[in-house]
Nanobody, 123 residues
Framework: VQLQASGGGLVQAGGSLRLSCASS????????MGWFRQAPGKEHEFVGSIERRGSGTNYADSVKGRFTISRDNAKNALYLQMNNLKPEDTAVYYCAATRGSYRYTRKNEYGYWGQGTQVTVSS
């Protein structure tokens, strides 16, 4: 099973980016989905997650109010809208899928991962 994240890039502080995650093999509606990030030299950090049908979301305090997760199950797609980006948001961002609750926040609670996409925020 493969998940592919895309949409990363270089942006100035205060700017916005929209990440996408897609899979040709995974039926998204069967999975709660999450976004994680990993900065150089650091562990994976939970960013946010969304319930299977999109009826609930959960965010890390560090991104609450700035990031929004959404999904389109008909397109097997997951999104992360990132606004008011800060240099500390610089990281590789990963999408992940879990059979469990969308409230899961730990890396080992997500069974499927995709390749990441680099987000760099300059000051």
């Amino acid at each position: 099973v493969q998940l592919q994240a895309s949409g990363g890039g270089l942006v100035q502080a205060g700017g916005s980016l929209r990440l996408s995650c897609a899979s040709s093999a995974l039926t998204f509606s069967n999975w709660a989905m999450g976004w994680f990030r990993q900065a150089p030299g650091k562990e994976h950090e939970f960013v946010g997650s969304i319930e299977r049908r999109g009826s609930g979301t959960n965010y890390a305090d560090s991104v609450k109010g700035r990031f929004t997760i959404s999904r389109d199950n008909a397109k097997n797609a997951l999104y992360l809208q990132m606004n008011n980006l800060k240099p500390e948001d610089t990281a590789v961002y990963y999408c992940a899928a879990t059979r469990g609750s969308y409230r899961y926040t730990r890396k080992n609670e997500y069974g499927y991962w995709g390749q990441g996409t680099q987000v760099t925020v300059s000051s």
